[in-house]
């Protein structure tokens, strides 16, 4: 008996001391895990990934919810989209309207992800000064990055949150951001006059969407557009009648269609003015990886070079 209970004793102590190394193996693991150093940051599109890459480059891990050349304005999450933000440290989103609008995609992926605005949430457009569309004086227009002058406010939001939550890093991430401002500054510098060359009945910017009212009031241009925003009905035959009426009452040369909308209806009125169509041009996402615009900074510049180019009809 007493043979069979000594036995039973040391059974009992063998499962508990598995059990005893498993556990702290998992602990040593998370441990490992949350002592990297990096700071998990997740952003909702393309254009605010780039910016946050900037400011952190090899000391953060980055994800962006929206791929490139997709629509951020309606979008459906993917399960994996979901596991990053829950894991996130930071999730940076546009604001103004853009990803909670519509269906409301980026509010429930925050409540599914159990995050909190302003704790774990933030728009990287807060301290912006919002433009309203036309056709709902109450909602604003998410377009802000357009302006550079507000696409370096996105920069200083970021790195401001990057840096609370992220102290023994500050000085890193803020020596980057400098850098990376610097940069945008002077591009936005150049820009303010690089229109002022081109007659004021030829600065007309017509594309399919309504995006370019930031870019077009920084740089000295007229917005000329089908619909307002990606999330109306498109090309409808009031929205043609508009702008064509808007095209017959100037001296544009060219017309403009953005790289994450079909160029139906930019076709449609290319036919019924006898202009080209003389570039796509990027509004809500950068360029793949590897090809021009594929940057914030870069898409900016094409986006100033190609309009200034078509609204003077020079060729490439």
Not at 12 to 30: D, E, H, K, P
Not at 80 to 102: K, P
Not at 287 to 299: C, I
């Amino acid at each position: 008996m007493k043979r069979i209970i000594a036995t039973f004793i040391a059974v009992v102590m063998m499962i508990g001391g598995v059990f005893l190394f498993l556990n702290n193996r998992g602990a040593s693991q998370a441990d490992a895990q949350s002592s990297s150093g990096k700071l998990r940051i997740v952003t909702t599109n393309s254009i605010l990934e780039d910016m946050v890459h900037n400011i952190g480059q090899d000391h953060i891990e980055l994800y962006s919810i929206v791929q490139r050349g997709t629509d951020p304005h309606e979008y459906e999450p993917r399960p994996t989209d979901v596991s990053q933000a829950t894991e996130a440290d930071i999730i940076f989103h546009n604001g103004l309207n853009l990803e909670t609008g519509g269906s409301g995609w980026f509010s429930k992926l925050v409540s599914t992800a159990h995050k909190e605005f302003d704790q774990e949430v933030f728009a990287a457009s807060a301290g912006v000064t919002a433009q309203h569309l036309t056709t709902n004086v109450n909602e604003e227009d998410p377009h802000a990055w357009l302006d550079l002058a507000n696409g370096i406010k996105y920069v200083q939001t970021m790195t401001k949150v990057m840096k609370e939550k992220d102290p023994k890093n500050a000085t890193y991430y803020q020596l980057n951001a400098d850098k990376y401002i610097a940069q945008l500054q002077k591009l936005h510098n150049t820009a303010q006059s690089q229109f002022l060359d081109i007659p004021e009945k030829q600065r007309l910017l017509v594309t399919s969407e309504g995006a370019f009212k930031y870019f077009a009031k920084a740089y000295h241009v007229t917005p000329a557009y089908i619909w307002e925003i990606n999330t109306e009905a498109q090309g409808t035959p009031e929205q043609m009648k508009s702008v064509l009426a808007k095209i017959d009452n100037s001296d544009v040369q060219s017309l403009f269609v953005e790289t994450s909308v079909s160029p139906k209806s930019m076709n449609k009125v290319a036919k019924e003015t006898g202009l080209k169509i003389y570039s796509k041009i990027f509004t809500d996402s950068l360029a793949k990886e590897g090809t021009t615009g594929d940057t914030y900074y870069s898409m900016m510049k094409w986006n100033l070079d190609k309009i200034h180019a078509g609204l003077t009809s020079q060729t490439d």
